[in-house]
């Protein structure tokens, strides 16, 4: 099924553990982001790739790392995890000019312990 | 950057009436305004969406209203079902990428 593939799943990390949130996109969308989500606080961006070759910062960018490998992958790397990620984490993609939306994975639940 | 605001956070219906949920945007240049749905355990949805050059969208019982000039936007759903139970997020940009979203409203419909 066409989509955005996220994993892990679920996560449990002790601080100061580092770890790689996997997505990839088979749609062939040019721009992908990552989101966090916390209850009451929506879904803010961390990073986002508006192109393969680029990435940019969100509003929350401080202690993630990302790296768009090719068109299909996009990878978020917590570098020395904090209690204050834990969060439910979305990738998500998009074409130019938003022909159909955002299309979003399932979500990692990270919890840091 | 884009700043939108969505109200009410949380709205509890009986099954059968109508939802409002409205978002307020801050750049005058957003061009596109989505709506996602997200059920319990699950990503977001797109459910319905409305460009600048639309004052109305209608997908069965959704609706979607655009009023440039007050800089609002707003989700109606008509004849509620508890399977419309679900966090909702309006979302803008006036970008071809990169949006930004509300903070979402948590509907609940009565049986």
């Known amino acids: 099924n066409a989509g955005v593939t996220q994993t892990p799943k679920f996560q449990v990390l002790k601080t100061g553990q580092s770890m790689t949130l996997q997505c990839a996109q088979d749609?062939?969308?040019?721009?992908m982001y990552w989101y966090r989500q916390d209850p009451g606080m929506g879904l803010r961006l961390i990073y986002y790739?508006?192109?393969?070759?680029?990435?940019d910062k969100g509003e929350v960018p401080n202690g993630y790392n990302v790296s768009r490998l090719n068109k299909r992958e996009f990878s978020l790397r917590l570098e020395s995890a904090a209690p204050s990620q834990t969060s439910v984490y979305f990738c998500?993609?998009?074409?130019?000019?938003?022909?159909?939306?955002?299309?979003f994975g399932s979500g990692t639940r990270l919890t840091v312990v | 950057g884009e700043n939108v605001e969505q109200h009410p956070s949380t709205l509890s219906v009986q099954e059968g009436d109508s939802a409002v949920i409205k978002c307020t945007y801050s750049?005058?240049?957003?061009?596109?305004f989505p709506w996602y749905k997200q059920e319990l355990g699950k990503g977001p949805q797109l459910i319905i969406d409305?460009?600048?050059?639309?004052g109305e969208k209608k997908d069965q019982r959704i609706a979607v209203t655009l009023n440039k000039t007050a800089k609002h936007f707003s989700l109606h759903i008509t004849e509620t079902q508890p399977e419309d139970s679900a966090v909702y997020f309006c979302a803008a940009t006036p970008y071809d990428y990169k949006l930004s979203f509300g903070a979402g409203t948590t509907v609940t419909v009565r049986a």
């Open positions: 750049d005058s240049a957003s061009n596109y």
């Open positions: 790739s508006a192109s393969e070759g680029t990435t």
């Open positions: 998500a993609s998009s074409d130019r000019g938003f022909m159909n939306g955002y299309t």
């Open positions: 409305i460009r600048s050059n639309v």
């Open positions: 749609m062939n969308h040019n721009s």
